[in-house]
């Protein structure tokens, strides 16, 4: 068969979770919390079920939902989205970010992406017949905005962000994005912008999104996912918001790809939103567990990265293991059962930087079974 996709295979996140499933391994692989989201959220989408919210929401998603995401990016990035034109609900951030390529991206176009990139980006920006442009990252895991600017070609259509970052938890500061903003208006390019961990962010600081920098904002579309500010990675809901005339070809796309997204989780998020504090206190409770994990590897031969946004945490393993990234995370899962995810899965060419990558997203029991099992490796 020809395939559209042939360097394509599992992503890396089913292959690690079934392993763990199978060695009855503390799963910290693929990122969802093991935790139950808030009851009230529960109560809200039964409530939504049980009151006739059950047939097609609007092409756009409920409009309750779209005006309360409008509202929170006013009020903590200052950019008004008309939520009628310019706000639309996904089935995820995932679906939102590979209809924005298809929608934005023709046939021949190059995609500048950052490298580690998440694995969905390539191949949606191939399947739009465009070529990824891979930018690697420094060895600290910070962007080396020389190299993303002299990367761009006459072909460049766009660029992807993702701040914070997965896999590496940097985060883009004030200053990137005025860098960022340079570039893109020097070269007129549209921004792709992932902010799906956008209310995980640690230590204090803000959360930079695109859509707070004006000259960004009019060129941007920006994603985020309930699914990981709820703790509902199942739920499959996401937002994007972007100027009328960018969200008018997402649209587009969006109707034959989803056509609408499921009208009764819309209905429950958008009442569990009308109180800000149950996303406003989320770095909050992720630092918790991020100073919990971190505290308890710093007692193994593991060596840390630093960790400013996301659930995840990456970890150094050159003084346990010469094996590969893939082998070592195999051999961790099974030997030692604790499931991790190699950074490999994150670079196109074979990169062995004996990195891989924890997701703390987990109850404090989790964790502390987790490093329990790590402390043998000292
Ligand atoms: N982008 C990034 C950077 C992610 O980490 C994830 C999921 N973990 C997604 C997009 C996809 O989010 P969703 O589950 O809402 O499709
Ligand atoms: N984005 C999650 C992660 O990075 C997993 C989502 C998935 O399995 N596609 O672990």
Known sequence: MRSRLPNVGTTIFTVMSALANRSSAVNLGQGFPDFEPDSELLDAVNAAMRSGHNQYAPLNGVAALREAVAEKISVLYGHRY????????TAGATQALMTAVLALVHPGDEVIVLEPVYDSYIPSIELAGAQAIRVPMTSAYR???????SAVSPKTRAIMVNSPHNPSGMILREAELRILESIVLR???LVISDEVYE?????GEPHRSVSAFPALAERAIVVSSFGKTFHVTGWKVGSVVAPREIM???RKVHQFNVFVTNSV???GLSAYMQNAERYLTLPQFYQRKRDF???????TPFRLYPCEG?????VDYSAISTQSELDFCKWLTTEVGVAAIPMSAFHQDPVENKTIRFCFAKKEETLTRALERLATLA
Not at 82 to 89: G, H, L, N
Not at 310 to 314: P, S
């Open 310 to 314: 996301t659930f995840f945490q990456l």
């Open 265 to 267: 989780m819309q209905v």
């Open 143 to 149: 962007v080396d905005w020389d190299r993303v600017a």
């Open 293 to 299: 994990f971190r505290q308890g590897l710093a007692k």
């Open 82 to 89: 008309d939520p009628e034109t310019e706000v639309m609900i």
């Open 248 to 250: 008018a070809e997402f």
């Open 187 to 189: 070269h007129n390019l």
């Open 199 to 203: 209310h995980m962010i640690f230590d």
